[in-house]
């Protein structure tokens, strides 16, 4: 059985997931009622308020039905929901927003600002996709953990409206 | 009262009304007012409800077949992982808590269960593999669902029978 904890992740995960889905939703204009009827398991707009809000848990077939509909990658609502959620990101190919990085004034990784400076010269929208590897050297090189890094760079995803430029630079 | 007024939208859309049209003709706002044909699928301004129905009876061949097939993958790649990370189903179940049986978690792994999000994210995490990179692996394989193809539509061959019938042509491209 499934202690507290991982009782909580999972539903942060349905949340997360939730979140993103609506995100989705919301940026292409539809209500739920009007989003429904695109989909073509016919399902209701209250089972579709249930996966929004994460009471009701998402099959991987639905979530690529949900994600053609609204036009968006499934992989990338995945992505998203786990960082924004700051869960399992000791495996996520992390999105950073290199300008919120750098008006961020932490102390203990000061030293990313540079890093991020240099970075902006070659990527013009200012994000850039980190994998795995990558957080762990820079964590390296800053005297850090993997995973307290990646829980602070997660707080950089970019926001929707930075979205428009989908191209990301792989470090 | 309802189905009166469903009717009559029905009918309004066939003549070709738009949903703000229908809107003012009903003295209605005209969100209010299309989320309500909405929930009836009688939105003039959406797409027709897909004939390609993901679940139960209606469900086409052809997507019927595509979600085995995402089944199977998805169920290889977490195998394909396991066994890189030289773990044994056993392990796995205990990695994610027993929150199924390792029992289910093999024949998932053979694609004869739908397998949801969170299940699919705790054995990635399990097995140390990037959730979204080993889902967008599996799409580029198995492609998307084949909503599109006007092939697999029964609804669609009908009306194109249908069509050659009126027309009196015996021979339908």
Redesign the interface.
């Known amino acids: 059985m499934m202690d507290t904890e991982d009782e909580e992740t999972a539903r942060a995960v349905a949340r997360a997931l939730g979140d993103e889905l609506r995100r989705a939703r919301e940026a292409g204009g539809w209500s739920r009622a009007q989003f429904v009827v695109r989909l073509p398991s016919g399902i209701g707009d209250r089972t579709l308020l249930a996966y929004e809000h994460g009471l009701r848990h998402l099959t991987i077939l639905r979530l690529l039905e949900l994600s053609e509909a609204l036009g968006v990658y499934p992989q990338d609502v995945l992505g998203k929901a786990l960082q924004r959620a700051r869960i399992h990101l000791q495996n996520l190919v992390l999105l950073v927003d290199l300008r919120r990085l750098l008006r961020d004034g932490s102390y203990k990784f000061r030293p990313l600002s540079q890093w991020a400076k240099n970075r902006l010269n070659d990527v013009p929208n200012g994000i850039v996709e980190l994998p795995p590897a990558a957080v762990r050297e820079l964590a390296a090189f800053l005297g850090s953990t993997q995973q307290d890094l990646a829980r602070y760079l997660a707080k950089f995803l970019p926001e929707p409206s930075d979205d428009d430029d989908q191209s990301y630079e792989v470090m | 009262m309802r189905p009166l007024v469903v009717l009559v939208a029905a009918g309004l859309i066939v003549s070709g009304c738009t949903s703000e049209e229908l809107a003012i003709a009903a003295g209605k706002p005209q969100?209010k007012f299309?989320?309500?044909l909405?929930?009836h699928?009688l939105?003039p301004d959406?797409?027709p409800?897909?004939t390609?129905?993901?679940?139960g009876k209606r469900m086409s061949i052809a997507?019927a077949k595509w979600?085995m097939n995402?089944?199977r993958q998805?169920g290889l790649e977490l195998k394909t992982g396991r066994q890189s990370a030289g773990l044994d189903a056993a392990a796995v179940a205990k990695g994610i808590?027993?929150?199924v049986s390792v029992e289910w978690l093999e024949e998932c792994e053979r694609g004869e269960h739908?397998?949801?999000?969170?299940l699919?994210?705790?054995v990635?995490?399990a097995v140390?593999?990037?959730?979204?990179?080993t889902?967008?692996r599996v799409?580029d394989l198995v492609g998307?669902?084949p909503?599109d193809d006007p092939r697999l539509s029964d609804v669609e061959g009908e009306a194109r029978w249908r069509a050659a019938f009126q027309a009196g042509s015996s021979s339908v491209a």
């Open positions: 969100k299309a989320d309500y909405a929930r699928a939105d959406s797409t409800r897909e390609h129905f993901m679940k997507v979600a995402m089944n998805i808590d027993y929150i739908p397998i949801t999000v969170i699919f994210v705790r990635c995490r140390g593999i990037d959730p979204p990179g889902l967008r799409i998307p669902p909503l």
